[in-house]
C-alpha cells in the first residue's frame, strides 16, 4: 500500500536488503487497485521468501513530463502470514525540488531491533591535471559496504561551484543511503556522453557525513575511456 499526494502514479521500483539472501527487487507500474479519495494505491507482487528485510530502497523514473512524486509512507504486508512491514517516508521523489533525488532508503523500523541510521555520505570525485582529463558525461556510483550497498548513483547535484568533473577539479555530491557500515569499495563509471568523454580520475573519497572525521579513500590514477588507460568507462576499487 503505497500513500501519495498527488494522481499520478509513477513508474517505480522497490528493493529490499535483508542479512541472509542480499538485495531483492519489485517492479511497479500501475497498481491492481487505486483509492483515488486517500491518494493510496495497493499494488499485489508475487515473490519469494524475502527474510528478514532491514532496509527498503524506493526509485522511480524520471520519463518526459514527470513533475515530482511525493510518497507519504510505505506498507508491505506478507498475505499468508499476514507479517507487516511499515515505513513512514514523506519525501519527494523528483530532481526538481527538496533532496532532487529519484532514489531513497528507508530503514526497517521494529521492536526487537534497533533502527539503522540514515547517513548523507559526501562522495568527492576527484580529477586528475591532464590534458583532456574532464568529462561532460553522466557519471555514476555505487557505494558498497559491509552492510550491503547504495545501488547506482547518478552525481547530479555538485556541492562545489562550477561546471562538474573538470580538470583538476574535486566535486563532492551527498548520498543518502542507510548506514552500509565499514565502506569497501566503490563502482565508477559514466556513460560517454559527449565528445570526448573520458575522464582521468584521481580517486574518489567518502565521508559518512560533512561533519565526519572518518574518510575511505579509493586510489585509481587511471582513465575511465573506451581507448585509454583502462579502455573501459567503468571500474572497481577497492579502498585503501
Same mark, same amino acid.
Given at each position: 500500500?503505497?500513500?501519495? @499526494?498527488? @494522481?499520478?502514479f509513477?513508474?517505480?521500483?522497490? #528493493? %529490499?536488503r535483508n542479512?541472509?539472501?542480499?538485495?531483492?527487487?519489485? %517492479?511497479?507500474s500501475?497498481?491492481a487497485?487505486?483509492?483515488?479519495? @486517500?491518494s493510496?494505491?495497493?499494488?499485489?507482487?508475487?515473490?519469494g521468501?524475502?527474510?528478514?528485510?532491514?532496509k527498503?530502497?524506493?526509485?522511480?523514473d524520471?520519463v518526459?513530463?514527470?513533475?515530482?512524486?511525493?510518497?507519504?509512507?510505505?506498507?508491505?504486508?506478507?498475505?499468508?502470514?499476514?507479517?507487516?512491514?511499515n %515505513?513512514?517516508?514523506?519525501?519527494?521523489?523528483t530532481l526538481k525540488?527538496?533532496?532532487?533525488?529519484l532514489v531513497k532508503?528507508f530503514?526497517? =523500523?521494529?521492536?526487537?531491533?534497533?533502527?539503522l541510521?540514515?547517513?548523507k555520505? =559526501?562522495?568527492?570525485?576527484h =580529477?586528475?591535471d591532464?590534458?583532456?582529463?574532464?568529462t %561532460?558525461?553522466?557519471v555514476y556510483i555505487?557505494?558498497y559496504?559491509?552492510?550491503?550497498d547504495t545501488g547506482?548513483?547518478?552525481?547530479?547535484?555538485?556541492?562545489? #561551484?562550477?561546471?562538474?568533473f573538470?580538470?583538476?577539479k =574535486?566535486d563532492?555530491?551527498?548520498v543518502e543511503?542507510? @548506514?552500509?557500515s565499514?565502506?569497501?569499495?566503490?563502482v565508477?563509471g559514466?556513460?560517454?556522453e559527449?565528445?570526448?568523454?573520458?575522464?582521468y580520475?584521481?580517486?574518489v573519497?567518502?565521508?559518512?557525513s560533512?561533519?565526519?572525521?572518518k574518510?575511505?579513500?579509493?586510489p585509481?590514477w587511471?582513465?575511465l575511456?573506451?581507448?585509454?588507460?583502462?579502455?573501459?568507462?567503468?571500474?572497481?576499487?577497492?579502498?585503501v
Amino acid at each position: 500500500l503505497i500513500s501519495a @499526494s498527488n @494522481s499520478t502514479f509513477p513508474s517505480f521500483t522497490v #528493493k %529490499f536488503r535483508n542479512s541472509t539472501l542480499g538485495l531483492g527487487k519489485i %517492479f511497479l507500474s500501475e497498481p491492481a487497485l487505486k483509492v483515488s479519495s @486517500s491518494s493510496c494505491c495497493l499494488v499485489q507482487v508475487e515473490t519469494g521468501d524475502v527474510g528478514d528485510v532491514y532496509k527498503i530502497r524506493v526509485s522511480c523514473d524520471d520519463v518526459p513530463g514527470f513533475k515530482g512524486w511525493h510518497l507519504k509512507s510505505l506498507h508491505l504486508q506478507e498475505l499468508h502470514m499476514k507479517q507487516e512491514l511499515n %515505513f513512514e517516508c514523506n519525501c519527494w521523489l523528483t530532481l526538481k525540488k527538496g533532496d532532487k533525488e529519484l532514489v531513497k532508503e528507508f530503514p526497517t =523500523v521494529t521492536e526487537d531491533q534497533k533502527t539503522l541510521p540514515v547517513y548523507k555520505y =559526501v562522495v568527492s570525485v576527484h =580529477v586528475g591535471d591532464r590534458w583532456g582529463a574532464g568529462t %561532460f558525461a553522466n557519471v555514476y556510483i555505487t557505494l558498497y559496504g559491509k552492510r550491503g550497498d547504495t545501488g547506482v548513483r547518478k552525481l547530479q547535484t555538485s556541492l562545489v #561551484k562550477g561546471r562538474k568533473f573538470q580538470r583538476n577539479k =574535486v566535486d563532492s555530491f551527498l548520498v543518502e543511503a542507510v @548506514s552500509l557500515s565499514q565502506l569497501q569499495k566503490v563502482v565508477i563509471g559514466h556513460d560517454g556522453e559527449g565528445y570526448g568523454a573520458g575522464m582521468y580520475l584521481k580517486m574518489v573519497t567518502v565521508k559518512e557525513s560533512q561533519d565526519s572525521d572518518k574518510e575511505w579513500v579509493f586510489p585509481l590514477w587511471n582513465w575511465l575511456d573506451t581507448h585509454l588507460g583502462l579502455c573501459e568507462t567503468v571500474c572497481e576499487i577497492v579502498t585503501v
